[in-house]
Nanobody, 126 residues
Framework: QVQLVESGGGSVQVGDSLRLSCAAS????????MAWFRQTPGKEREFVSA????????YYADSVKGRFNISRDTEKNTLYLQMNDLKPEDTAVYYC???????????????????WGQGTQVTVSS
């Protein structure tokens, strides 16, 4: 059973940075795509970023492109999301996600991901 545990969230000011971590257990992340999503109350969970296992190619939502950076440490079996220049609209619960299979059709669709962490709250105040 794959388990994902996020950490690193918190309350920060506009322009600050945070680094989220997602520790995986139950299988190695080295052969699977991994992704970050976020959700605010009353809204659907939205894609933030994903990383392809075969070449570390990264995908980003337009709203975070240039500010966020996804990475992974396969030795630590951990996924990261470095978030810079945070804005109030980045306030959300951030979730780490992993698919069941190595090969998926869409890196950005939440339907592709079956394993989810419990989420970590990020609050950005102006």
């Amino acid at each position: 059973q794959v388990q994902l545990v996020e950490s690193g969230g918190g309350s920060v000011q506009v322009g600050d940075s945070l680094r989220l971590s997602c520790a995986a257990s139950g299988r190695s992340i080295s052969k699977y795509a991994m992704a970050w999503f976020r959700q605010t109350p009353g809204k659907e969970r939205e894609f933030v970023s994903a990383i392809v296992w075969i070449n570390d190619y990264a995908y980003y939502a337009d709203s975070v492109k240039g500010r966020f950076n996804i990475s992974r440490d396969t030795e630590k079996n951990t996924l990261y999301l470095q978030m810079n220049d945070l804005k109030p609209e980045d306030t959300a619960v951030y979730y780490c996600a992993a698919p069941e299979r190595s090969s998926i059709m869409s890196m950005t669709s939440r339907d592709e991901y079956v394993y989810w962490g419990q989420g970590t709250q990020v609050t950005v105040s102006s």
